[in-house]
């Protein structure tokens, strides 16, 4: 049973881009969540989904992040116009449907902000 | 969501057991003790998890005080890999995100 997958695992943008980071949960898996860890500082939530919905997504920046989870394929996160603050590592998590809930990672994609 | 309070860090030798303490004074009755760590640029790794009784899994053991205000992950011989941040979280029964705090950073001596 594969884990969680997270691609890229690196990627670089230059200020103003777009960043698309793309996560595909553990299977049987229908919960996923995005967490942030900026530098030097602890991880923190994003947004949790399950799928075509969003549950949860009280740690989402207000302005350019948007995150979904589409019936098929993975779980996306979007940063539109990025800038330097953005650069951090993006964790994506997945959990089953039953309690208690535990929650696996995937490797994380590290963003850096040019 | 509960708060835990740990140690900022610990140390251990090799080969000898580790315990990690995490208080939750403020836990309700149906909150899950979750445990989780962090190896250096990795994500975090679910460790174990209990409810009311102890538990015991391939990587740790988790050790409930009767009234549930406090609980200790237990490592029962710390080898070179197990350095790492420890994560004592709580989750409510229908809880989904977990709140991390500073955990406890477990140094590992050969």
């Known amino acids: 049973n594969a884990g969680v997958m997270q691609n890229p695992r690196h990627l670089v943008r230059r200020r103003g881009q777009e960043a698309r980071l793309r996560c595909s949960p553990m299977?049987?898996?229908?919960?996923v969540y995005w967490y942030r860890q900026l530098p030097e500082e602890g991880l923190k939530f994003m947004v949790y989904?399950?799928?075509?919905?969003?549950?949860?997504e009280s740690g989402m920046p207000k302005e350019r992040f948007s995150a979904e989870f589409p019936k098929e394929g993975p779980s996306i996160l979007r940063i539109q116009q990025v800038v330097r603050g953005d650069s951090a590592a993006y964790f994506c998590?997945?959990?089953?449907?039953?309690?208690?809930?535990?929650?696996?990672f995937g490797p994380g994609t590290r963003l850096t902000v040019t | 969501d509960a708060k835990t309070t740990q140690p900022n860090s610990m140390e251990s030798n090799e080969e000898e057991p580790v315990h990690l303490p995490c208080n939750h004074s403020?836990?309700?009755?149906?909150?899950?003790i979750h445990w989780y760590r962090q190896l250096p640029s990795q994500g975090p790794e679910y460790v174990i998890h209990?409810?009311?009784s102890n538990v015991n899994n391939r990587m740790a053991s988790l050790a409930i005080a009767e009234d549930r205000k406090s609980s200790t992950l237990i490592l029962h011989r710390a080898t070179l890999r197990d350095a790492a941040v420890y994560y004592c979280?709580?989750?409510?029964?229908?809880?989904?995100?977990?709140?991390f705090g500073a955990g406890t950073i477990l140094r590992v001596k050969s």
């Open positions: 998590a997945s959990s089953p449907r039953l309690p208690p809930y535990e929650q696996y």
């Open positions: 299977k049987g898996h229908s919960h």
């Open positions: 989904l399950q799928k075509e919905n969003i549950i949860d």
């Open positions: 403020t836990i309700s009755g149906t909150d899950y």
């Open positions: 209990g409810l009311t």
């Open positions: 979280i709580l989750i409510e029964e229908y809880g989904n995100k977990l709140v």
